[in-house]
């Protein structure tokens, strides 16, 4: 029930003008002053309601600034996010400051779609599973799509997809490095997954995106290699296996090395997606796509480029060729691009493998 009276909610704040989501980061005084106190948000809800207590009401927009007046006279916040993108704060927004130790970001995504995401077919036929889900979870029940596993080869589009669907769920994006969730002391890396975990089921309906996954879920055999393995994989556990209410949250993870990760982890992602290197056709449409704006004039046969690219993921034409040429052109005080420039590029590229990730069975 609490699902279907969110999206109602959704649906009355978009008519009305309202806030959903607003993420503030913090600025500071205008002055410095050596009696003043540096806020710290220690408990964010109690923090979100005391900052709707004073800022119920008041109009705000990407950009803005708003101001404590209360316990912290003149400390400023801006507005860095707010779905949607400008409207009155009320007593249903939900308030977040970005954390001063950027261990993970929230984020409203507006500039990807699915269509964006070239190729993947399959790829994009699995996971419009997790947008109906996303869209309206009270519909799924124990049948929802918690736990998803991207992997493949790197570039491939695996944080593009994800983010495509944040958007077109309209729900915040939680991303973060994996290697980032690693502390340096006995405890650090299960208290900052709980923390990540605790932003979520404050946001949900919401997509908790783990990059670099390898990084926290190793097989547990690592253990005399990095000591804090059995702690972060049996803390993923918890949190993956929803002991706590996860209604509305679904966990996409994102690597390149499956075969590193461990088994009881890898068993509670009800749906595995690889992603696979582009084939000419789609190596075509994303030179193409790349183009589109391009800066510079091309005249250029992309056929032909396509075609001496093969075994490149997407990111490999997008950084490696076409941003380099780009580079170069602008360098040497080019008008045009040539097709020899772009192979020149390709020339100096070190070939990538296209031999598969290795999938673990157990």
Sequence with gaps: MKSKSVN????????????????????GYPLKASYHEYPIVDNPRVFEKYAKDQWKGEFVSKGKLIF?????????????????????ITDSTIILVESPNKSFETEIVRDVSLDD???HEEAKRKVRVILEYLKDPSRFGKWAPRNVLFYGFSGTGKTMMAKALANEAKVPFLSIKSTKL??????????????????ARQLAPCIVFLDEFDAIALDRNYQDLRGDVSEVVNSLLTELDGIQNNDGICTIAATNRVEMIDYSIKS????????????MDERLEILRKNFEDFPVRVKA???TIALNTEGFSGRDLVEKVIKTTLHRA?????????T?????????????????????FV
């Design 8 to 27: 109602q909610d959704k649906q009355r704040q978009r008519r009305n003008g309202e806030i959903k989501y607003l993420i503030l980061k913090p600025l």
């Design 117 to 119: 995401v070239v190729g």
């Design 330 to 338: 602008i360098a040497e005080g080019k008008s045009v691009i040539s």
């Design 268 to 279: 509670r992602f009800e749906e595995e997606i690889m992603f696979g290197l582009p084939s």
């Design 182 to 199: 690693i502390g340096e002391h006995v405890g650090d890396s299960a208290r900052r997954i709980h923390e990540l975990y605790d932003r």
């Design 340 to 360: 020899e420039d772009l192979l020149s590029s390709i020339s100096k590229v070190k070939r990538p493998t296209t031999s598969p990730p290795k999938q673990m």
């Design 68 to 88: 404590d007046m209360r316990m912290f006279p003149d400390f400023a916040f801006e507005v860095v996010n707010a779905e949607p993108e400008f409207g009155l």
């Design 301 to 303: 046969n992309l056929e």
